[in-house]
T-cell receptor, first 118, second 113 residues
Framework: GAVVSQHPSRVICKSGTSVKIECRSLDFQATTMFWYRQFPKQSLMLMATSNEGSKATYEQGVEKDKFLINHASLTLSTLTVTSAHPEDSSFYIC??????????????FGNGTRLTVT | QKEVEQDPGPLSVPEGAIVSLNCTYSNSAFQYFMWYRQYSRKGPELLMYTYSSGNKEDGRFTAQVDKSSKYISLFIRDSQPSDSATYLCAAMNYGGATNKLIFGTGTLLAVQP
């Protein structure tokens, strides 16, 4: 149980284009999903908290106009990297918490999306 | 100072060895502690989840939390080559519906056959 599916697993795009990454909870519902970014040999850095039906909460230093988050249903959150640049190349990972779990329950992660901007 | 500190390694051990992975943290509000395993180009997989101080055992894995010294550990007994991965410690405070999980940098472990 508690499977989080992320798509695509890998994407290469040209500088200036936008890329959408999907995060789905397959066997549970999630009011809250989290988006992380991981640079090579570094830890996961929380970018934003996605709340179903409301605006996402962004961490300090993360541009909300560049990283658009939409959490339209209890099983789907999307992250759109707008006007991508090479410095946005990274490993983006989403996670979700089961709606039936307490807020201190552990997170389940997707398998990540490797974004390469050329 | 990072909220969660972890030696990045790499750590190389022979098959069958006991592995000790450690993290320290600075925020005394952290009450929930996790260990995740991450294989290359994959998302983190939850290994252990503990609350407050104490030990928790699951098969070959034992998680230990010492809140007095702000120290968390993961022990792997009878290590196997399949245990080779990056191990991430993480901590979370007690603060409501949007609790944030703070990760260490991860320790790269290689178990040599």
């Amino acid at each position: 149980g508690a499977v989080v599916s992320q798509h695509p697993s890998r994407v290469i795009c040209k500088s200036g284009t936008s890329v959408k990454i999907e995060c789905r909870s397959l066997d549970f519902q999630a009011t809250t999903m989290f988006w992380y970014r991981q640079f090579p040999k570094q830890s996961l850095m929380l970018m934003a908290t996605s709340n179903e039906g409301s605006k996402a909460t962004y961490e300090q230093g993360v541009e909300k106009d560049k990283f658009l988050i939409n959490h339209a249903s209890l099983t789907l959150s999307t992250l759109t990297v707008t006007s991508a640049h090479p410095e946005d190349s990274s490993f983006y990972i989403c996670s979700a918490r089961d709606i039936d779990s307490s807020y201190n329950s552990p997170l389940h992660f997707g398998n990540g999306t490797r974004l390469t901007v050329t | 100072q990072k909220e969660v500190e972890q030696d990045p390694g790499p750590l190389s051990v022979p098959e069958g060895a006991i592995v000790s992975l450690n993290c320290t943290y600075s925020n005394s509000a952290f009450q929930y502690f996790m260990w995740y395993r991450q294989y290359s180009r994959k998302g983190p997989e939850l290994l252990m989840y503990t609350y407050s101080s104490g030990n928790k055992e699951d098969g070959r894995f034992t998680a230990q939390v010492d809140k007095s010294s702000k120290y968390i550990s993961l022990f792997i007994r009878d290590s196997q080559p399949s245990d080779s991965a990056t191990y991430l410690c993480a901590a979370m405070n007690y603060g409501g519906a949007t609790n944030k999980l703070i990760f260490g940098t991860g320790t790269l472990l290689a178990v040599q056959p």
